[in-house]
């Protein structure tokens, strides 16, 4: 077997091919659905109005899209320079630390000053978090899969150490979490009286920015370029490694940013729950969009979309909502696979 | 010197094997996937899948050495599936990985929630018992199987036809083809045997150590696999030797912290062996030798 480039495909091909990839995904959900005894259409029917049938749920579904717009970019960013940043998730919790270190009362500011110092420094902890393993990469060629995956668990468990220790708030009758947010380190609600908050329209100011960085920039360039082929990125006297220490400041300060968002946003405080694996689901995000930052946007609303559906359709049809991320994976990899299939063909022999 | 007795004792030596027999199943089936070219980040998924098949099998009244062999189906099956898109089809092994481990985890529970929809405690199943042997020794017959697997995995790879093969596709893959042998089948069955050892690994959490199958169970132990693959080198011998340190870590730091417990946080113990393991990334990947095609897809026809 081998594969052979197709020169021009046809747009029923690159059309037909994601289409036969959604449809598969549809086509196991609904079994996933039948084997639970319940009617698949029916289930179906519910995510859909569990994530947009109403204005409630439209905005749940944009709230729950927030973090994983931003660990999306962090991911398309990193992946498109080839740095294999798994740790999202850790970085996240660290932006999420030093907005409750720095917005619990230890700075005293109005609003306007305090948000913005606080977004900052949450972006400089995700970025020096992932500057680690970058330079584990560049300097001695440690691979940063593991490193990264593994600061995942470290991270988690010194936040389990400051929330049971220093960060614990003391009228929190034993529940391991940290003091409140002070009003002022509180992000305000985009539409009053209900959940959304000015996080998504950050979120969406990072896809832009980071879509003028990648496509109009020098950096943007040389990061395509080092994750197209390194060897010649480097022949071509680009600095390889710091294009990818600047890569890992990039990725890691934006998934910093989902953890300001989601406590300043949405939390007002640090528990150890903060993020269901949103770190993890960046991943998911960031391929669907193939990479591409303003279709991080569309992937995260989607995804975060089954999710949250998934979740009211559970508690209608009492279909596990597991399912959720069944389909999510499956989305991933039925469509991988889709696009690789619409420029190559399988040959035998 | 009572820290220092602790390594004296039997239940210490004990521990050591018990916590390293998972990781040495799982290890060895990454490091056949690695050593014939494909990254396998399925793996923490793959074991997760393991342990709740093999379980499930029993719980359902299978006996013991069926639910082994079920969590060895089931994880052969998510190995093929891993192939299957990364060798003929060439896609991303990193993003296949960890899609195949979002994929298998999930499916895991979904499918315990579905079997049990309203249980608060996990429910038990009758594990393997330890052998009838003398201190240390006294451990299942699922410990004594990791072992010979390193025995066999080291015997195949180093001195058996089938073994150069798998070790070549990993190095040079055209010179593989030239000698007629097929890339794309050495590659396929090296990933899904590989898979097969990493649920077995899994399979041994809930059928040998507890007796219960819990959501987080395997809690990064997969990648910890990957890293004491590097750590050994690629070498099944050396590997092993890396599990029975990071296990003797393990079983340490647990009992210090009984002792040292009430001055430092638990959460220090329990981040050092995740620590443990960047560090011997850092010390070893400057003389571990990679093989040479590893997470390169290959194209007949193409150089």
Not at chain 1, 228 to 253: D, H, K, Q, Y
Not at chain 2, 192 to 208: E, K, Q, R
Not at chain 2, 210 to 217: T, V
């Amino acid at each position: 077997m081998r594969l052979e480039p197709i020169a021009a495909p046809t747009p029923a091909r690159l059309l037909g091919l994601p289409l036969a990839a959604l449809a598969l995904t549809l086509a196991i959900g609904a079994a996933l659905a039948a084997l639970a005894g319940a009617n698949p259409l029916a289930v179906f029917g519910l995510i859909l109005k569990g994530a947009a049938g109403s204005r409630f749920a439209l905005l749940e579904t944009l709230n729950r899209a927030t973090p994983l717009i931003f660990t999306g970019l962090a991911v398309a960013v990193a992946f498109r320079a080839r740095l294999w940043n798994i740790g999202a998730e850790a970085q996240l919790y660290a932006g999420a630390l030093t907005t409750v270190l720095l917005g619990t009362g230890a700075v005293a500011a109005p609003a306007p000053l305090l948000l913005p110092l606080l977004a900052l420094t949450a972006f400089a902890a995700g970025a020096v978090l992932l500057l680690g393993p970058a330079f584990l990469k560049v300097r001695f060629g440690v691979d940063e899969v593991v490193t990264t995956l593994l600061l995942n668990f470290i991270m988690l468990l010194f936040v389990s150490m400051l929330l049971e220790g220093p960060l614990k708030d003391p009228l929190s009758l034993g529940w391991p979490q940290s003091p409140a947010l002070v009003p002022d380190a509180r992000l305000p609600r985009l539409v009053s009286g209900l959940r959304l908050h000015w996080g998504f329209a950050l979120a969406l100011a990072a896809a832009l920015v980071t879509w003028a960085i990648m496509a109009r920039t020098t950096l943007g360039f040389e990061m395509r370029a080092v994750g197209e082929n390194p060897a010649a990125a480097a022949f071509a006297g680009m600095p390889v490694p710091r294009v990818l220490l600047r890569t890992a400041i990039l990725s890691g300060g934006l998934a910093g940013l989902a953890g300001f968002s989601e406590v300043a946003g949405l939390k007002g405080n640090l528990t150890l729950d903060l993020s269901p694996g949103f770190g993890y689901t960046g991943i998911i995000v960031a391929m669907l969009a193939m990479l591409h930052p303003l279709g991080v946007v569309v992937a995260g609303v989607f995804v975060a979309g089954v999710f949250v559906g998934a979740d009211s359709m559970s508690r209608a049809a009492g279909v596990p909502s597991y399912i959720a991320d069944i389909l999510v994976a499956t989305a991933l990899l039925t469509m991988v696979a889709a696009l690789k299939l619409t420029r190559f063909r399988i040959r035998s022999g | 010197m009572e820290h220092l007795d602790i390594l004296l004792t039997a239940s210490f030596w004990a521990a050591v094997l018990r916590i390293a027999s998972p990781l040495i199943f799982a290890t060895m089936g990454e490091l056949i996937c690695e050593r014939a070219g494909v990254l396998n980040l399925g793996i923490e998924g793959i074991m997760v899948i393991g342990a709740f098949t093999g379980w499930f099998a029993v719980y359902a009244g299978l006996p013991l050495w069926a639910g082994v062999a079920t969590a060895l189906l089931a994880g052969m099956a998510f190995g093929l599936l891993h192939g299957l898109l990364t060798v003929p089809l060439g896609l991303s092994q990193h993003v296949v990985g960890l899609g195949i481990t979002l994929l298998a985890t999930a499916a895991a529970s979904y499918a315990y929630r579905l079997a049990l929809p309203r249980v608060t405690t996990p429910p038990r199943i009758d594990p393997f018992q330890p052998l009838p042997l003398p201190g240390a020794l006294a451990q299942t017959p699922l410990t004594y199987l990791a072992f010979l697997t390193v025995a066999v995995t080291a015997f195949v790879l180093a001195r058996t036809p089938l073994g150069l093969a798998i070790r070549a596709v990993g190095e040079n893959p055209q010179a593989v083809e030239a000698q007629g042998l097929s890339v794309t089948a050495l590659r396929l069955g090296a990933v899904t045997i590989g898979s097969g050892l990493m649920a077995v690994g899994g399979a041994f959490l809930t059928l040998s150590a507890f007796s219960s199958f819990f959501f987080e169970m395997v809690n990064g132990r997969g990648w910890i696999c990957i890293a004491l693959v590097v750590f050994g080198a690629w070498h099944p011998g050396r590997a092993l030797l890396g599990a029975l340190l990071f296990a003797a870590f393990d079983a340490y730091q647990i009992r210090l912290q009984q002792t040292l417990g009430a001055a430092i946080p638990y959460q220090v113990f329990l981040m050092l062996p995740y620590a443990l393991s960047i560090l011997a990334l850092v010390i070893m990947s400057r003389r571990a030798r990679v093989p040479a095609a590893l997470m390169t897809p290959y194209n007949r026809g193409e150089r």
